[in-house]
């Protein structure tokens, strides 16, 4: 295969792999969201949460987000001008993104936006392309940061109402 060639097919895998991101979240699809992730991997929404990034498993990862996401009455995340740095078996992939989260209007302010960009470090190994490290850059946000916490609440409340049903079930 020619090096042209190549690098269009990596570009486009690696594509594959960062729409896997927004279209595992939007859809609730976590067996794909985990997919795209390492064994290990950094974690850096520092510019978001103050937090400072750190190492995890890619699995603590996906249930951290799961734990939250579903939460949310409809999420939409948006990505869009992909930069791409290939060498070899590694890649530094810049893309642009816009994520909305939404809950009931019944709660009043309910939304929330981010803007800004993704910085991923991508590894090519035996199982294809994986995110090894991703940091959250945001430039802009609007609406009500409160509906994450509002989200993870109501992701509580449902398990332990399906938790409670399945206790008076075993009585």
Known sequence: MS???K???????LTDLINK????????????????????????????????????KGDDWAAGVQAMLPGFDATQHLLANMVFEIKG?????????QAEHFLPNSLGDSSHTL???YTHRIKRGKHG????????????SRGNRHVYELARQRVAERAATVAKGKGKKAK
């Open 129 to 140: 392309w994986k995110i090894h490290a991703t940091r959250l850059t945001v430039t802009w």
């Open 89 to 97: 078996d590694e890649a530094t992939v810049t893309v642009y993104m």
């Open 21 to 56: 991101y927004a279209t595992g979240i939007d859809t609730r699809d976590w067996k794909l969201y985990r997919s795209i992730f390492a064994d290990e991997v950094d974690i850096d929404f520092s510019s978001y949460s103050g937090v400072p990034g750190t190492r995890m």
């Open 115 to 117: 803007g800004g960009y």
């Open 3 to 5: 090096d042209d060639l």
């Open 7 to 13: 690098y269009l097919r990596d570009r486009a895998d």
